[in-house]
Structures are given as structure tokens and as C-alpha cells.
């Protein structure tokens, strides 16, 4: 499993913060099975949703476009997709799906 390593940097600083987090005892079981530091794998954990979450709003964001998706229309959208942060290309295939073009008032629609 891949996992964003724009938090690696932390691990290794002394500005971590302690938490306490309750879990149900099948769980800690798993999790020491898995992994010898729980804290290890609660940060892989959470930063793997965190991740996950982020994808999911900019899919959430593209299926409902924002006011500025027109200024996106205008720049290209395969120079916006080249923009994308790293990791990310697996969210836009530009040979995939339909021919679209941007309606003021109606959003994203499909070419004729």
C-alpha cells in the first residue's frame, strides 16, 4: 500500500503530540499482529484516510464543478490535469470518457 509521504518528515521531529485513543480489544489484537508500534501504524492509518479523503472531495469536485471550473474551461483542461498534485494521476485519464465543454449556467456538458 502507498502512502503520501508528506508527513514522513514528522516521524522522525520531536513535535509530535500524544493522543489517547480508545479502541475495541479485537482491534488492538489486529493491530499487534500487523505492526510492533501501534503509534506507527495509527500515523500510516490516519494518513492513509486522510489521503483517501482528500481524493474523495476533489472527485466529489469535479462531479459538482465550483464556480472557477469556468476559468479551469479556459485554461485547458490538460494543462489543469498537468497541474495536479503528484500522486494524483490516477484521477484524470484524459483519453477516458466523453467530450465536454463548459456552459456558463449549466456546468460541464457533453459535446455534440
Known amino acids: 500500500m502507498m502512502y503520501d509521504n508528506k508527513y514522513d518528515h514528522i516521524e522522525d ?18 493491530i499487534d499482529g500487523q505492526e510492533r508500534n501501534r503509534s506507527r501504524f ?9 489521503e483517501r479523503r482528500r481524493k474523495e472531495e476533489l472527485r466529489r469536485s469535479l ?6 471550473s469556468d ?10 490535469a498537468e497541474g495536479l498534485p503528484e500522486g494524483d494521476e490516477d484521477l484524470v ?12 449556467g449549466k456546468g460541464w456538458t457533453k459535446e455534440e
Open 13 to 30: 521531529m520531536h513535535m509530535n503530540e500524544r493522543v489517547t485513543v480508545t479502541l475495541p480489544e479485537e482491534i488492538i489484537r489486529d
Open 42 to 50: 495509527v500515523l500510516q492509518a490516519v494518513k492513509h484516510e486522510l
Open 63 to 68: 462531479r459538482t464543478p465550483h464556480q472557477d
Open 71 to 80: 476559468d479551469i474551461a479556459q485554461a485547458g483542461f490538460a494543462e489543469w
Open 93 to 104: 485519464d484524459i483519453q477516458a470518457g466523453e467530450s465536454v465543454r463548459w456552459v456558463p
